[in-house]
């Protein structure tokens, strides 16, 4: 089976390797060149990342996951360093120069759009509109509203933690509140924040993505091959489970249980909030409006990208000694994450660096504050108040042992009735019978 399988995997990377030969053997001797610059310039790049991914697919290591295909996950892993490569690039021009590259993949961008405002009239039923008066709230209800829902579903399952997902959800409102002067859309409703948003949306795909959770934890994964199966029922099951993950492992993040795990806890809730954050300040500074594909390209490669970089991200802190460096899928997605908020901030340095309304810089500044309080006390104050009290504590045992052992020699030394002397063994030091000696020790 083993060679097979190695054959199997020679004859994949063969045949991926004459097809892309065959390919480029086209172009050069079939094709004419068309004059066109422009053309030819998108066509070769476009070219450049397939061949990149042709040898990604084939060659790249293996992530964590193997469903549906480890094949799959390379890709990815690929379209993860284009990615990468892309944002390094636009971050190396000038601000016109890389607004306007942007008409290379889309003519209608490069030109500046404004932002729809979420705020102004905030009545939930407005008596003034006698034709509908719940007007406001079918006006909030768009197409977000399922992405906000679909998307939370998603992140719960790459956290697979109620708590950090709430945390995150109910931070990133805040933030929205916070960041409203900068960019017009945070500025929304109080019952867009907290019904729609963190109730309606957020808490109902939290609710069924820690659902998927507990059926993925308990049900059976015995993996059968298709050819096995005798029933077509049994086939098309099969092909369904393929989707599903080959084997679970329950996210334990246990943040209070040591330092190491708490920082790097708040990290990931850094993170998270950061990447929520850049999706906004992208699309505003690179001016693509919020219903371009390119926008929900990227979420869509956030989910795919997502949950092998959490993954790797938890095994790298559960077990640090078989895991002794961070994943690769996990390695690019934080340096993706850093190359969109620095190209933010070169690109309109003057809405990132619009001062904060006084009262918000005091909230976030207490909140802060108690963050840091609490990490002190939990981890240093407290765990030297434990091991002074389990130190006292081993000391206590320590005396009492020494105690009891210098009382039961003392015991065994005092004489018995019969004017004979108790010994360690046991036994007399008079001739007794074994009767005797049997019932003593009993």
């Known amino acids: 089976i083993s060679l097979r399988g190695l054959y199997n995997l020679r004859a994949h990377t063969v045949t991926v390797l004459f097809i892309l030969t065959c390919a480029l053997v086209y ?4 094709e004419e060149t068309p004059q066109d610059t422009t053309y030819n310039a998108k066509r070769g790049i476009v070219a450049s990342i397939l061949v990149f991914l042709c040898f990604g697919v084939t060659q790249a290591k293996d992530g964590p996951f193997t469903r549906p295909h480890p094949a799959y996950w390379r890709f990815w892993l690929c379209v993860t360093v284009v990615y990468e490569l892309f ?73 697979r933690d109620w708590w950090m997902c709430m945390i995150i959800s109910v931070m990133f409102e805040f933030l929205e509140y916070s960041l409203e002067h900068q960019l017009p859309n945070f500025s929304e409703c109080w019952w867009d924040h907290w019904i729609m948003d963190v109730l309606v949306c957020n808490g109902l795909g939290i609710y069924c993505g820690m659902k998927t959770l507990a059926w993925l934890s308990m049900k059976p994964y015995q993996w059968q091959g298709l050819w096995n199966i005798l029933t077509y029922k049994g086939k098309i099951k099969r092909i369904a489970f393929q989707f599903t993950p080959y084997s679970w492992v329950k996210f334990e993040w246990k943040p209070a249980s040591n330092l190491r795990r708490w920082l790097a806890v708040l990290g990931i809730i850094f993170m998270f909030l950061l990447a929520e954050l850049n999706t906004f300040y992208l699309k505003f500074v690179l001016w693509m409006p919020p219903e371009h594909y390119l926008v929900l390209l990227r979420l869509v490669f956030f989910v795919n990208v997502g949950g092998v970089a959490m993954r790797e991200i938890y095994d790298f802190m559960d077990d640090p000694k ?89 015991d065994r030394d005092r004489p018995l009735g019969n004017g004979s002397t108790a010994t360690p063994s046991g036994r007399s030091k008079l001739n007794g019978s074994s009767e005797t000696v049997r019932q003593r020790k009993s």
């Open 87 to 159: 944002l390094i690039f636009i971050l190396f021009q000038t601000v016109h120069d890389g607004r306007q590259f942007m008409k290379y993949i889309d003519p209608k961008l490069g030109v500046p759009l404004p932002e729809r405002d979420y705020g102004g009239n905030c009545l939930m039923y407005d008596p003034g509109n006698t034709t509908d008066p719940f007007h406001n709230i079918w006006d909030k209800i768009d197409g977000f509203v399922p992405a906000h829902f679909l998307g939370w579903y998603i992140k719960t399952l790459m956290i």
């Open 27 to 30: 172009v050069t001797l079939l």
């Open 322 to 410: 078989f895991h002794k460096k961070l994943g690769q899928q996990a390695w690019l997605v934080a340096a993706i994450t850093v190359t969109e908020f620095l190209i933010v901030v070169k690109y309109d340095p003057n809405t990132i660096m619009l001062p904060l309304p006084f009262f918000i810089t005091q909230c976030w500044f207490l909140g802060i504050v108690l963050i840091f309080g609490w990490t002190v006390w939990r981890f240093f104050f407290r765990l030297q108040n434990l091991t002074f009290h389990a130190m006292k504590d081993i000391t206590l045992r320590y005396k009492e042992t020494r105690q009891r052992k210098q009382e039961v020699p003392a």
